[in-house]
Each structure stands twice: as C-alpha cells, then as structure tokens.
C-alpha cells in the first residue's frame, strides 16, 4: 500500500531533549516536505527536498533540521525544541515534475508534539 | 509570502445543499490543488488545476481558477455529512521557488 509513514504519532517531551521525528515513504517520490499545523495559520512548510541530499527551507524553518541521505526517508530534527514548537506535523511526498504543485502531495496522519 | 487564504473561515450548511469555498493567493503560480483534512488527521489531495485551466469537475467538485483575480473556488454539490471536514487550497510560488503554500483553510459542517 502506496503511504507516507510517521513515528511517532504522540509526543509530549520537556524544553531542551533533541528529539526526532521520523518519515518515510514508499513511492519512490522525489519531493519530500514537512509542514506544521497551528489552529488559524493553517499549513506552514518547514522544509522540503527535491531529491537526496537537497534540502531547502520552507517559511518557518527556525529552529529546525532535516537530512535526506536516502530517496525514501525525510527526518526531521529539534536539536533544542522550546514551547513554541508545540504544533500538529506532517510530513508529505510527491513525484517532482517542474514544479511541486505538478502532482499531488501524498500525507502521513501527523505527528502532534507537545513541548513543556 | 505566497500563503492563500480561503474564505470563508467556517461554513455551516444543511445535508443535500451545495457549499462553495474560495481561495486567493498573492503571486502567479504554476498549478492550484485543493485538500480535505477530516478533524487532525493527515491531508487528502481533492484536485489539481493547472493555469492554463479555468474549470475542473471531479465528481460532486467543481473547482474554477481565474489567473486574472489570483482566485479559486470550490464547489460541492448536493453535500452529505461525510464531507465534514476543512478544506485548503494549495500552490506554488510560479517560477520563483519550489516551495508549496497552503491557505488557512475552510471549515465545513454538513447538518444531517
């Protein structure tokens, strides 16, 4: 079955401990993002990738890391998460074709983070 | 930033009646997608429309783009509960980037 994977699910973590949120895909796509979810702000984009090893930052990528060593694996990285970080995650795939609104982007059910 | 925004924020409508949403964005873009996310679960892609397209149908959707007014709209018809649930649209930034902007989003209730 064609799916964007998230790990973990739930997460609630103190100020500081660096944690990592796993995402991983197995449709051979391209484009790889993570977004946050924060009620009246909708969607924010991170950071994407448009193929291993190519990263770039989205809108809000303060205090945030990611890494794409292989096709299929996106992490993303809170080397010292704070309050603010509180959010719902998601990450997203899609084939790459011009442009990355060329095709639809796939989700994983979220990752909802709560930092004390 | 390219963000869209939908109008309006929250749409409350009797089951069998149709609901219509709107999005506008700032800056020529490429291609405009519309997504449904039930209540904090993970998006669901609805439909794709290119720039060069002014309508789109996909079932009870119809989705229209006019370039001119940076504007979107979607359109459900004869609605069911089932649809309950937010909608945003989505975009590129045109050939300035390879970002991807979502809008603030709709909330509709179907009233059984």
């Known amino acids: 079955e064609a799916q964007v994977t998230q790990n973990p699910r739930y997460l609630i973590t103190v100020t500081g401990k660096k944690l990592t949120v796993t995402c991983s895909q197995n449709?051979?796509?391209?484009?790889m993002s993570w977004y946050r979810q924060d009620p009246g702000l909708g969607l924010r984009q991170i950071y994407y990738?448009?193929?291993?090893?190519?990263?770039d930052k989205g809108d809000v990528p303060e205090g945030y890391k990611v890494s794409r060593k292989e096709k299929r694996n996106f992490p993303l990285i809170l080397e010292s998460p704070s309050p603010n970080q509180t959010s719902l995650y998601f990450c997203a795939s899609s084939l790459f074709s011009g442009s990355p609104s060329n095709q639809p982007q796939h989700f994983g059910d979220g990752t909802r983070l709560s930092i004390l | 930033s390219q963000q869209g925004e939908e109008d309006p924020q929250a749409l409350s409508i009797q089951e069998g009646e149709n609901a219509t949403m709107n999005c506008s964005y700032k800056?020529?873009?490429?291609?405009l997608q519309w997504y449904r996310q039930n209540s904090g679960r993970g998006l669901v892609h609805l439909i794709l429309?290119?720039?060069?397209?002014r309508e789109k149908h996909s079932g009870r959707l119809r989705v229209t783009l006019d370039t001119s007014k940076k504007s979107s709209s979607l359109l459900i018809t004869a609605s069911r509960a089932a649809d309950t649930a937010s909608y945003f649209c989505a975009t590129d930034a045109g050939d300035t980037g390879n970002q991807f902007y979502f809008g603030t989003g709709t909330s509709l209730t179907v009233i059984p």
């Open positions: 429309i290119r720039s060069n397209e």
């Open positions: 449709m051979n796509h391209e484009y």
């Open positions: 800056t020529s873009i490429n291609n």
């Open positions: 990738s448009m193929n291993v090893e190519v990263t």
